[in-house]
């Protein structure tokens, strides 16, 4: 088999978190090849089992189209994949945490998430997890069905609250990965932020990478090609004066992505303490104004961002589904209090 630069795989910009997305153009030399061995010889740590549940979800393509796993690969064809890649595999001990499920079927699990609860098992959270308690949600049904499992497509952070989308089994998270990857998935989050945005809505754009001092935090690089491509839609819902509250929609899903944003915009989160939005940032140096602002911090300990609401295409009916959440009772309650606070600035 021949081979040229053309056979490298080029990530693509748009990959979120949990899947990435690889491209390859078979050069002029190239033989009568199956795109299952083809693929194999291409990416590294993929079973042939995975590029074929890749291609019956649909994510392989070839010149655009959809293409079977024994699709021969010929001179010139031009290949496209979306690769579902979950978190690291550990053992994970099934738990009885409560979880607030609002849609379940065979193949999917929508939960309202509570702030304060990690998503998955990892250094230093290895239990208490979302996923430790999907794993006790699901093993009866296991037990029956060995292809029953939960299966991420998504993160929200530990601090975020709100709605995740949940695969139960492997085909289910593929073609949930290939509407991220197109931008089909839509959702929206709630925000307080820290001062007066001026425009009543806008865009931000600007790639999201580690940050080169704190590697525990996002940073964004605007230009260049350091990081990965990020877009994050905002709509201002109320003004407070000194903070704001917003709807951002995702176009991309990259970590830590609303934070990032805001804080490179200048608006960060309210009591965002990983991005400079745990002190006051905008007000009086009044003692009253520094306990109105400590109290807030107290009712809500944590950023002020809530994932309210998602939409998805069903990946085993097609049907188009979405799903609200409200706000949990911290925000409403801090958002209460800016309210109020505004509304008596004057007297």
Same mark, same amino acid.
């Given at each position: 088999?021949?081979?040229?630069?053309?056979?490298?795989?080029?990530?693509?910009?748009?990959?979120?978190?949990?899947? =990435?997305?690889?491209?390859?153009?078979?050069?002029?030399?190239?033989?009568?090849?199956?795109?299952? &061995?083809? %693929?194999?010889?291409?990416?590294?740590?993929?079973?042939?089992?995975?590029?074929?549940?890749?291609? &019956?979800?649909?994510?392989?393509?070839?010149?655009?189209?959809?293409?079977?796993?024994?699709?021969?690969?010929?001179?010139?064809?031009?290949?496209?994949?979306?690769?579902?890649?979950?978190?690291?595999?550990?053992?994970?001990?099934?738990?009885?945490?409560?979880?607030?499920?609002?849609?379940?079927? /065979?193949?999917?699990?929508?939960?309202?998430?509570?702030?304060?609860?990690?998503?998955?098992?990892?250094?230093?959270?290895?239990?208490?997890?979302?996923?430790?308690?999907?794993?006790?949600?699901?093993?009866?049904?296991?037990?029956?069905?060995? !292809?029953?499992?939960?299966?991420?497509?998504?993160?929200? /952070? +530990?601090?975020?609250?709100?709605?995740?989308?949940?695969?139960?089994?492997?085909?289910?998270?593929? +073609?949930?990965?290939?509407?991220?990857?197109?931008?089909?998935?839509?959702?929206?989050?709630?925000?307080?932020?820290?001062?007066?945005?001026?425009?009543? =809505?806008?865009?931000?754009?600007?790639?999201?990478?580690?940050?080169?001092?704190?590697?525990?935090?996002?940073?964004?690089?605007?230009?260049?090609?350091?990081?990965?491509?990020?877009?994050?839609? $905002?709509?201002?819902?109320?003004?407070?004066?000194?903070?704001?509250?917003?709807?951002?929609? %995702?176009?991309?899903?990259?970590?830590?992505?609303?934070?990032?944003?805001?804080?490179?915009?200048?608006?960060?989160?309210?009591?965002?303490?990983? $991005?400079?939005?745990?002190?006051?940032?905008?007000?009086?140096?009044?003692?009253?104004?520094?306990?109105?602002? !400590?109290?807030?911090?107290?009712?809500?300990?944590?950023?002020?961002?809530?994932?309210?609401?998602?939409?998805?295409?069903?990946?085993?009916?097609? =049907?188009?589904?979405?799903?609200?959440?409200?706000?949990?009772? /911290?925000?409403? %309650?801090?958002?209460?209090?800016?309210?109020?606070?505004?509304?008596?600035?004057? /007297?």
């Amino acid at each position: 088999m021949s081979s040229s630069m053309d056979d490298i795989p080029v990530l693509s910009d748009d990959q979120s978190e949990l899947y =990435e997305h690889f491209s390859f153009a078979a050069d002029k030399g190239q033989e009568l090849l199956r795109i299952d &061995k083809f %693929l194999m010889h291409r990416i590294e740590n993929v079973s042939r089992n995975k590029i074929q549940t890749a291609a &019956k979800a649909g994510n392989i393509l070839v010149n655009g189209k959809p293409a079977k796993s024994s699709y021969k690969v010929k001179p010139g064809d031009h290949i496209s994949i979306v690769m579902s890649f979950p978190p690291k595999e550990i053992e994970i001990i099934p738990e009885n945490i409560p979880l607030n499920i609002l849609y379940e079927d /065979d193949d999917i699990i929508v939960i309202n998430k509570a702030a304060g609860m990690v998503v998955h098992p990892a250094y230093g959270n290895y239990t208490g997890t979302l996923v430790n308690a999907l794993v006790f949600h699901l093993q009866v049904a296991a037990a029956a069905n060995p !292809d029953i499992a939960p299966h991420l497509v998504h993160r929200i /952070d +530990k601090n975020t609250s709100g709605l995740l989308l949940v695969a139960k089994n492997e085909l289910a998270q593929w +073609k949930l990965a290939r509407e991220f990857f197109n931008h089909t998935i839509q959702r929206q989050y709630i925000a307080l932020v820290w001062s007066d945005i001026r425009e009543d =809505e806008g865009t931000i754009t600007g790639n999201i990478g580690r940050n080169v001092r704190d590697r525990k935090i996002m940073a964004v690089f605007p230009e260049g090609d350091h990081g990965k491509h990020a877009v994050t839609h $905002y709509r201002v819902i109320e003004r407070f004066g000194y903070t704001t509250l917003i709807e951002c929609e %995702l176009e991309t899903g990259r970590t830590h992505q609303i934070r990032a944003h805001m804080k490179y915009a200048g608006h960060p989160l309210f009591n965002d303490d990983a $991005y400079g939005g745990d002190h006051i940032l905008k007000g009086t140096t009044f003692t009253k104004y520094k306990q109105f602002i !400590d109290n807030c911090f107290d009712i809500c300990p944590r950023q002020a961002l809530h994932a309210r609401s998602l939409g998805f295409i069903h990946p085993s009916t097609g =049907e188009r589904l979405f799903f609200n959440s409200e706000l949990p009772e /911290d925000m409403k %309650l801090l958002i209460g209090k800016w309210r109020s606070y505004t509304a008596n600035k004057g /007297d």
